[in-house]
């Protein structure tokens, strides 16, 4: 069985930054997705999703609202656009074996059936899951964060860079395997974080 790390947070806290600076450290190979904001003369028109391996779709703009069915708040949701280049990018990471990054497990995403299924493929399988989720509730997503799988660390603005190294630990542990000794201390880090530490 895999592992699963969820970093959650209130919006703004810098989740996607956070997986961002992770991703982008030396020596690190992941698969997945990033969400981004799309911008319009100041005010935020939408999301683009942009892959690891440089596939990019928008798939939420103030535009589609009145042409899709799938609505969350002002956007319209393209769920064809998350499916086709998000769901596919979470399934090629897991078929390499390599750590699954998604950002974010969201109100918008969550209204795709096969973006669910593909999450709790890869969390029942061998590969590692890192995930940054809402803490909206929400009940695919609150049972999800009870995954017996999965560690939940909520960040802060004053915890940020103690969770930033200790994903960074976590994603070389995955990548690396530590000696038992590392990773008990790895573990323990973890725990302390978890528990708001």
């Known amino acids: 069985m895999g592992e699963v790390l969820l970093i959650t947070g209130r919006p703004g806290v810098g989740k996607t930054t956070l997986v961002r600076r992770v991703a982008a450290a030396p020596g690190v190979r992941l698969g997945g997705f990033f969400t981004e904001e799309i911008r319009r003369g100041g005010s935020r028109t939408g999301f683009r999703l942009v892959t690891l391996d440089g596939h990019a779709a928008v798939f939420a703009h103030i535009d589609f609202a009145g042409r899709s069915p799938h609505r969350v708040g002002r956007y319209g949701v393209d769920l064809a656009a998350l499916e086709g280049i998000g769901v596919a990018a979470l399934r090629r990471a897991a078929r390499r074996g390599q750590v699954v990054l998604v950002d974010e497990i969201g109100k918008m995403e969550l209204l795709s059936p096969r973006f669910r299924a593909a999450l709790e493929e890869i969390a029942a399988g061998p590969v590692p899951l890192l995930a940054t989720i809402t803490a909206a ?61």
């Not at 009940?139 to 999800?144: C, Y």
């Not at 915890?159 to 790895?186: H, T």
């Not at 973890?190 to 708001?196: A, E, S, V």
């Open 137 to 197: 509730a929400h009940p695919w997503a609150d049972a999800f964060k009870r995954n017996p799988q999965a560690l939940l660390l909520t960040l802060t603005s004053t915890n940020r860079d103690r969770i930033l190294e200790a994903v960074e630990a976590w994603v070389r542990a995955q990548l690396y395997p530590p000696a038992s000794q590392e990773r008990r201390r790895l573990e323990g880090v973890l725990q302390r974080l978890k528990m708001g530490g």
